[in-house]
């Protein structure tokens, strides 16, 4: 049986009680020997583990042991991230990885959600598109996304549970929520996966992503610890299609806000506002590249983008120079789009700008010279001048 729980190692200790001081729930106290003695209101929230500068106190039960968590480990969990009380389209997204794993290692797919009173009426659309069971933690508390409060609902959720895999989608919410797991948990986390597999021979995950500024695709794995966390860029995976008749358990897991220590809360939540067609809901996008940044240009592709209705897309380069604001840009270090048309003026197709449009449905690419790598990616090869080709491109239409 594993224990839970914080332990003292006194070979390391040298009881200088800094573990005590920093406790945010005085739940420990130094005994008579001067050891630090853990107390009843321990909610295992890790803050003394991490002030100990000689490594002398250990928490069990947060990480598994090589040989020993692996077998304990089960089931592939996903983040259904919401936003207004309503799951988003990268929760459904999820989905679709979590459910291919789950069946390479022959068990159950659970979906996560977490938000305010009444949260619990999407749990059906996540049970629709393929979740075995969705386990719901609903608080007023939890109405608006807060980093620290999500992340400790998700640790005392995985105390019980012991989930083998935990994948989230590689957002605003995803960027802040997983790394704190990952440290509550002493796992690992792998962010911006664009592939996941399993390796049959061990179950560890397979977690594919650029490394390197883009130049390689690296395979990481998480042997030794469980859960096995990675985050997937939006619109990297397909929407899985809706399956009425899967039929799923709902659970509910309470959440007391009292239990953890929060530095911030949540005053008021505003939307932005943009203009035109957000970037990642459009179904037509007209980008531009070095090749196609001059004023006649520019203002060519975002006539085209109107005509199509569609939006106005460029890579890193127009970006920087400061030509389009930073919200236009698609890559891997802007917005990832799968459009069912994607049309690319004057970008040589760098694997950076690749990461983030390759799923599109159909690729149009525009360039004058005929080796650009993004023509082995394009379904219609334009060779030639940008301005040229849009000028005519507007004329057809």
């Known amino acids: 049986m594993t224990m839970i729980g914080v332990f003292c190692i006194e070979d390391k200790c040298i009881r200088c009680g800094a573990c005590v001081s920093s406790c945010p729930f005085n739940a420990l106290e130094i005994n008579g020997e001067g050891f630090p003695v853990v107390l009843e209101g321990c909610t295992l929230c890790g803050t003394c583990v991490q002030a100990c500068n000689y490594d002398a106190l250990e928490m069990k039960g947060k990480k598994s042991e090589k040989g020993s968590g692996e077998g304990?480990?089960?089931?592939?969990?996903?983040?259904?991230?919401?936003?207004?009380?309503?799951v988003t389209r990268v929760a459904l997204e999820m989905l679709s990885p979590g459910r291919k794993l789950a069946d390479l290692s022959s068990t159950f797919l659970c979906a996560l959600l977490i938000?305010?009173?009444?949260?619990?009426?999407?749990?059906?659309?996540?049970?629709?598109?393929?979740?075995?069971?969705?386990?719901?933690?609903?608080?007023?508390?939890?109405?608006?996304?807060?980093?620290?409060?999500?992340?400790?609902?998700?640790?005392?959720?995985?105390?019980?549970?012991?989930?083998?895999?935990?994948?989230?989608?590689?957002?605003?919410?995803?960027?802040?929520?997983?790394?704190?797991?990952?440290?509550?948990?002493?796992?690992?986390?792998?962010?911006?996966?664009?592939?996941?597999?399993?390796?049959?021979?061990?179950?560890?995950?397979?977690?594919?992503?650029?490394?390197?500024?883009?130049?390689?695709?690296?395979?990481?794995?998480?042997?030794?610890?469980?859960?096995q966390m990675a985050t997937i860029r939006p619109r990297v995976m397909p929407l899985p299609q809706p399956r009425n008749e899967?039929?799923?358990?709902?659970?509910?897991?309470?959440?007391?806000?009292?239990?953890?220590?929060?530095?911030?809360?949540?005053?008021?939540?505003?939307?932005?506002?943009?203009?035109?067609?957000?970037?990642?809901?459009?179904?037509?996008?007209?980008?531009?590249?070095?090749?196609?940044?001059?004023?006649?240009?520019?203002?060519?592709?975002?006539?085209?983008?109107?005509?199509?209705?569609?939006?106005?897309?460029?890579?890193?380069?127009?970006?920087?120079?400061?030509?389009?604001?930073?919200?236009?840009?698609?890559?891997?270090?802007?917005?990832?789009?799968?459009?069912k048309l994607y049309i690319a003026c004057g970008i040589s197709g760098a694997l950076q700008h690749q990461v983030g449009m390759r799923s599109s449905d159909r690729i149009v690419a525009i360039n004058n010279d005929p080796h650009a790598p993004i023509f082995d990616l394009a379904d219609v090869s334009l060779v030639g001048d940008a301005k040229e080709v849009l000028e005519r491109l507007l004329q057809g239409l």
């Not at 089931?75 to 207004?84: C, D, L, N």
């Open 72 to 86: 304990e480990s089960r089931g592939v969990y996903t983040f259904a991230e919401q936003k207004g009380g309503k």
């Open 115 to 227: 938000g305010g009173e009444g949260i619990e009426k999407e749990a059906q659309k996540l049970i629709d598109h393929g979740a075995d069971k969705v386990w719901v933690v609903s608080h007023p508390s939890l109405e608006h996304f807060l980093d620290e409060a999500y992340a400790e609902a998700i640790r005392l959720l995985f105390l019980q549970e012991r989930p083998a895999i935990f994948l989230g989608g590689a957002t605003a919410q995803g960027r802040a929520l997983f790394p704190r797991v990952s440290t509550l948990l002493g796992t690992g986390l792998t962010a911006d996966c664009t592939e996941l597999g399993i390796e049959t021979e061990t179950g560890n995950l397979l977690q594919t992503r650029p490394a390197f500024g883009g130049n390689i695709m690296a395979t990481i794995l998480t042997p030794h610890h469980r859960p």
């Open 246 to 339: 899967n039929n799923g358990e709902i659970l509910s897991f309470p959440f007391d806000p009292s239990l953890w220590c929060h530095k911030k809360r949540v005053l008021e939540s505003v939307e932005a506002q943009e203009e035109g067609i957000p970037l990642q809901d459009a179904e037509v996008i007209v980008s531009v590249g070095r090749g196609a940044s001059d004023p006649a240009c520019l203002e060519l592709a975002s006539r085209l983008a109107q005509k199509l209705g569609g939006a106005l897309g460029a890579s890193r380069a127009v970006v920087d120079s400061g030509l389009i604001p930073y919200r236009h840009q698609v890559g891997q270090t802007g917005i990832t789009v799968a459009p």
